[in-house]
């Protein structure tokens, strides 16, 4: 789909066979794709290089799932990896390179701390406690999902 003037049209979206609709923004002729959402209520977000907005240079940032489920990518096109997946009720953190990255710390609403140890599929909790007070890791929680949040809206317009 494209939209705009005679000769200055823009593409902003493609619908795929199964449902899924991607999004691009951008002046005609460089437009990059920003997300797409999928049919079961995943969307799966995308950013280009700042002031490349090249389609196809785009790399994932995040993807959303209909379960509430988060997950944060960094890298890369072509080699981005997971760094953390946010619940309701905790956050995992994650090191290692694509397609190996294994968790390394997981944080709960309650302030349960649990650090790990090990390769990808075989990591082992090594340390568990909480390392500050429930209000304290609801208050740091709740900051980075406003920063989070305001990120997205600014991007989006």
């Known amino acids: 789909y494209y ?7 823009r593409f902003v979206r493609m619908v795929f066979a199964d449902g899924a609709v991607a999004h691009y923004e ?7 794709k920003v997300c797409v959402e999928f049919t079961k209520g995943n ?4 950013e280009g290089e ?3 907005g090249e389609r196809g240079a785009e ?10 489920e988060v997950q944060h990518y ?6 981005e990896r997971l760094v953390r997946k946010e619940w309701p009720d905790g956050t ?18 309650d302030g349960m701390v ?29 900051a980075m999902r406003v920063a989070e949040l305001r990120s997205e809206c600014e991007r989006l317009g």
Do not use: I, N, P
Not at 26 to 32: N, P, V
Not at 98 to 109: K, L, W
């Open 3 to 9: 939209e705009g003037e005679k000769g200055a049209e």
């Open 26 to 32: 951008g002046e005609s002729g460089a437009e990059w």
């Open 43 to 46: 969307v799966h977000y995308y």
């Open 50 to 52: 700042r002031g490349e």
């Open 59 to 68: 790399r994932l940032v995040r993807m959303k799932f209909a379960d509430g």
């Open 74 to 79: 960094e890298g890369e096109q072509g080699a």
């Open 92 to 109: 995992a953190y994650y090191e290692g390179g694509r397609g190996a990255e294994r968790m390394v710390r997981a944080e709960f609403a």
């Open 114 to 142: 649990q650090h790990y140890e090990g390769e990808r599929g075989a990591e082992r909790m090594v340390q568990a406690g909480a390392s500050e007070d429930k209000a304290a890791a609801e208050k740091r929680y709740k």
